[in-house]
């Protein structure tokens, strides 16, 4: 590209050549065009370092320079056009820490540096003195320590991706002030342009949203770095929240328990951390669910079971864990309830049995006693007259008692 690019009388300039094949270095000269607007050069294949007379360009407010080869560090004049809007420079071969003098785009809406070779922490200007970003993608550098709080204080922030660094200690317990994840998102995308690319790992899959998508999308990805402690439980607040990933990490105790409460979540990954305890039954409360990974864990008992997660029948999202339940084979008690009607089934037979027992004893009883009796008495003469006339006996010995008893009352009266 050995075009030269002179000052121009314009006003407003906008140089959006994106997707060619154009290759070799971006020119200097570039830096001359003063009332340059907008800069996309985003896929193609230039090279080399990009301009340092950023300085000149007092007025532009959006520069796409994403998946080229561009290598060394950002320039530190990149801070002197403070009215920054959109910065991507995603996808290339950058190096060195993210420069301070960004500090001065306090306008900054979107910061894309995914996909280099950056090093050293977040800086903690970010989210004091810029502070309305709603999108921060650091995704696949070599940033290392502490996720800092002061993120905590970009209440626009709805696209927040960390993946694949080396950050370390624990996930912030403040990520319920990210109030565009708790309310939903803003109007602000009214500044990104309409056929402007977003990169976002959803479902598993890496995708590309053009602004009309991608200003739906609510994300935190903090996945594949050395993060420990527990996962906050005010991450639950998070309501308008459609990805959360956490996945290899080295997280430990439980999920939290009120984690169904984002119940627009449609991606849940936890997976290859060190979780233990039970799944949250609350999880079942997600009605938009449909990519969940909770595999390589050490999460036991029951699988919940409602809405979304019947529809989730790969088991291998929770291998490596000890789980039953749908879609794993049934949990010992569910087997103990399959067989409990049997049993209950039999105490019931052995129950009528003995009612039948008790029954037939009776009625046996009662024939072998009536014709032991009344058998004899028909059989022997001797043995009838003799009972015919003990009973005359009796009866005589009754009547005549009744009447003495009778006389008695009367002489009495």
Request: charged share 15%; net charge neutral; proline share 5%.
């Amino acid at each position: 590209m050995g075009r030269q690019f002179n000052r121009s009388p314009f006003h407003k300039w906008k140089i959006l050549i994106s997707h060619n094949q154009l290759d070799g270095t971006i020119p200097s000269s570039i830096c001359n065009i003063q009332s340059l607007l907008s800069l996309a050069l985003n896929n193609n294949q230039f090279s080399g370092e990009f301009p340092k007379e950023w300085s000149l360009w007092s007025r532009i407010i959006f520069v796409d320079v994403s998946n080229n080869n561009l290598s060394g560090n950002i320039p530190s004049s990149i801070g002197i056009p403070s009215h920054l809007l959109i910065l991507k420079m995603d996808n290339n071969q950058l190096s060195g820490e993210i420069p301070s003098a960004l500090q001065n785009c306090s306008f900054l809406l979107r910061l894309s540096l995914g996909g280099n070779n950056f090093t050293g922490g977040i800086p903690s200007w970010i989210g004091s003195k810029v502070s309305i970003l709603i999108v921060l993608q650091l995704r696949s550098n070599s940033l290392s320590g502490h996720i800092p709080h002061q993120l905590c204080s970009l209440p626009f922030l709805q696209f927040l991706d960390l993946g694949h660094n080396r950050f370390s200690g624990t996930i912030p317990k403040c990520l319920n002030n990210l109030t565009s994840l708790v309310s939903g998102p803003n109007n602000s995308w009214i500044f990104f342009s309409a056929f402007e690319e977003t990169t976002a790992t959803t479902k598993g899959r890496e995708s590309e949203y053009f602004t009309s998508q991608a200003r739906l999308l609510t994300i935190i990805d903090i996945s594949s770095n050395d993060l420990e402690g527990e996962i906050p439980e005010e991450i639950s607040s998070l309501l308008s929240l459609g990805t959360l990933n956490l996945s290899m990490n080295q997280l430990s105790g439980s999920i939290p328990s009120k984690i169904g409460n984002l119940y627009r979540l449609e991606t849940f990954d936890l997976s290859q951390n060190r979780l233990s305890g039970h799944i949250p039954q609350s999880l079942a409360n997600m009605t938009f669910l449909s990519h969940l990974n909770l595999s390589h864990n050490k999460l036991t008992g029951r699988i919940p079971s409602g809405n979304q997660l019947q529809t989730l029948v790969d088991p291998s999202i929770y291998e490596g864990n000890s789980l039953c339940g749908f879609p794993l084979p049934k949990c010992p008690k569910d087997e103990d309830n399959i067989h409990e009607p049997h049993i209950h089934e039999k105490q019931d037979h052995g129950d009528d049995d003995e009612k039948l027992g008790f029954c037939t004893s009776v009625v046996l009883g009662f024939i072998i006693g009536f014709w032991s009796v009344c058998g004899t008495l028909i059989l022997k003469k001797s043995w009838r007259h003799a009972y015919f006339q003990f009973f005359d006996h009796i009866k005589d010995k009754v009547a005549l008692t009744i009447a003495l008893r009778a006389v008695r009352l009367q002489r009495r009266s």
